[in-house]
């Protein structure tokens, strides 16, 4: 079974910094790009930015290029979503999904959401 | 950036009455257009790809049609468990994507 598998909720604080996990299993993880896509309280969805993990070519939405980093670690079918200094404002449910090339570049499956609070 | 637009943002209907979801795109997408379900408190599941290709397990009441700029989703017979929100997402500039606001389907 193809499975995303995110890490637990985190509460930080403005200035904090922050790494998000989604761990891939049931696929060869190369095979793929994971995408990052925001969902902010009661809101709808908004394209982060998208990795290849052959060779961490990645893509960002401007909205979120500069306060964002993707990254993966093959070696453990890991993707990471970081924040440098986080905001108030990047309270939010964050996903990750499978994402395919060109044609087939619709998002299957999703992982189950990480809940990021950025409070003081 | 290609801007989707998603109608109505609620939709109201009886179970077992038919859905009519539709998501337009500012510029063609061709038929590079994926639809999402999304349930209260849970993640996101792929029900249609390619404008018009159900995923797999994905029940044949859900279907999907258009080209171009205009895409619909159809739900004929909804049933109790099809109360959600759904999103399009246009992939024709892959590797960049952009998803539609949502339709909150909701029973009536």
């Known amino acids: 079974e193809v499975q995303l598998v995110q890490s637990g909720a985190e509460v930080k604080k403005p200035g904090d910094s922050l790494r998000i996990s989604c761990k891939a299993s049931?696929?060869?993880?190369?095979?793929?790009?994971i995408t990052w896509v925001r969902q902010m309280p009661g809101k709808g969805l908004e394209w982060m930015g998208n990795?290849?993990?052959?060779?961490?070519?990645?893509n960002y939405s401007p909205s979120f290029q500069g306060h964002v980093t993707i990254s993966v670690d093959k070696s453990i079918s890991t993707a990471y979503l970081h924040w440098g200094s986080l905001e108030a404002s990047d309270t939010a449910m964050y996903f990750c999904?499978?994402?395919?090339?060109?044609?087939?570049?619709?998002?299957?499956?999703w992982g189950q959401g990480t809940q990021v609070t950025v409070s003081s | 950036e290609i801007v989707m637009t998603q109608s109505p943002a609620t939709l109201s209907v009886s179970p077992g009455e038919r859905a009519t979801l539709s998501c337009r795109a500012s510029?063609?997408?061709?038929?590079?257009l994926a639809w999402y379900q999304q349930k209260p408190g849970q993640s996101h599941r792929l029900l249609i790809y390619?404008?018009?290709t159900r995923a797999a397990g994905i029940p044949a009441r859900f279907s999907g049609s258009g080209s171009g700029t205009e895409f619909t989703l159809t739900i004929s017979g909804v049933q109790s468990e099809d109360f959600a929100v759904y999103y399009c997402?246009?992939?024709?500039?892959?590797?960049?994507?952009?998803f539609g606001q949502g339709t909150k389907l909701e029973i009536k």
């Open positions: 999904a499978r994402q395919g090339q060109y044609t087939y570049g619709y998002f299957d499956p």
């Open positions: 049931g696929y060869s993880f190369t095979t793929y790009w």
């Open positions: 990795i290849d993990p052959t060779d961490s070519y990645t």
């Open positions: 510029q063609s997408v061709s038929n590079k």
């Open positions: 390619g404008a018009s």
């Open positions: 997402q246009q992939y024709n500039n892959w590797p960049r994507n952009t």
